[in-house]
């Protein structure tokens, strides 16, 4: 499994979650699985992951981030170390099975794999996004250089050769599945995201608390959702009641000049939690009064959705958040609210204990499914 990031035991983003569920159902169809991350860094590598060192992608990420992922394939592709590295890996697995998380390994691996030449490995293109198209929604949150489209262009040509090469595609929603089909001409099977929460101890039960709980990576549009939908501060909650936000996305919103415009009412009333493992992770939403998803882009994996959706809490989203989602329809336990006042309004009736919770089973869609969609896409598999 090749992944543009490390893939440790606990995700920090949603890119990483997804890898690492995609990762437990291989597992748990009887594959051995092993993962190699290729990202930027320096200094000693974790396992068989390939760190790309050089000084000229470091100042093309920080002068291009919307196409950092594009940089990053670019030079992994021209690096003999990381073609060496990969070689050797490949060799070492001889893997029947090689899966690609996003397509920025894609340029690294075509390189490696018409270099071994011989029979090719089975190739499983995992997509999390519509890169191409989901690249002008990041323009307005972080540095773009001149010449975005050319690059917008080169990463649609990247993630379509890669799909149009793999023996089969994961697509993450029914949405990026039909824009396969329509502009590649690619057959994709939707993989709805599941919350790997359900696998570790459950909590032990506990009245829920005075708090909505957050759950996000410091992503740009993650931290500007937070803003949408409280931009005059966390005035709409009473003293004693608290949004909690866990994973990166808390540092992030009190960094933010946002925050600090209102920044003793919002001290009063958030707590950042930071990064948390998976039993404590579990632990702060089965507690929490709701769940909130102010998401704004409708893209990328949204696992944060299948943990709220896993929690059992009542969930306050936006139709965005539930992309991917199919089965999951508002009602009982789920309210959407596409204006900032009425997710306000939502939020602090959930705070209050004034949201019914989900029914008994009503987050349907779990392991047992996935496994079922992923045996069909790969006949042969066990489990």
Known sequence: ????????????????ARALSN??????????????????GAGGAAGSDI????????????????FGGLH??????????????????????????????????????????????????????????????LRPLL????????????????????????????????????????YMRDRWGVEATVLPPISGLPEVAEPEAARPQRYAAMVASAFWPNVDGFFWAFPDGLGVLRLGETVAAAGSVGPAIEADARFGSFRALNQSRFRSLGPLPSADLARVLRAASCVILPVRVGAGANMKTADALW???PVVCTPKALVGYPHASPGAGLYVADDP??????????????????????????????????????PGAGG
């Open 341 to 378: 006042g009425d997710f306000r309004r939502l939020v602090r009736a959930g705070v209050r204990g004034e949201l019914a919770p989900p029914p008994p089973g009503a987050a349907a869609f779990g392991e047992r499914d996935a496994l079922a969609i992923l045996r069909a896409a790969l």
């Open 311 to 313: 929690s059992g809490r």
């Open 139 to 178: 323009y307005p949150y972080c540095p773009v250089a001149p010449g975005a489209e050319t690059r917008r262009l080169a990463v649609e040509a990247m993630e379509r050769e890669l799909a149009q090469a793999a023996d089969v595609v994961l697509a993450i929603s029914g949405e990026d599945a039909r």
């Open 1 to 16: 499994m090749l992944a543009p990031f490390p893939l440790g035991e606990n995700a920090v983003s949603g890119g990483d």
């Open 51 to 66: 760190l790309l060192s050089d000084p000229a992608l470091e100042t093309a990420l920080e002068a291009d981030m919307a």
């Open 72 to 133: 990053m394939a670019l030079a992994a592709e021209s690096d003999p170390a990381g073609r060496r590295a990969l070689t050797g890996a490949i060799e070492a697995a001889a893997p029947d099975l090689i899966v690609v998380e996003h397509p920025w390994p894609w340029p690294l691996l075509r390189r490696v794999l018409a270099d071994l030449g011989g029979r090719r490995p089975r190739l499983i293109y995992s997509a999390h996004n519509i890169e191409a198209e």
């Open 23 to 40: 990762r437990r159902l291989f597992e748990a169809l009887g594959w051995s699985v092993t993962t190699v991350g290729i990202y930027p």
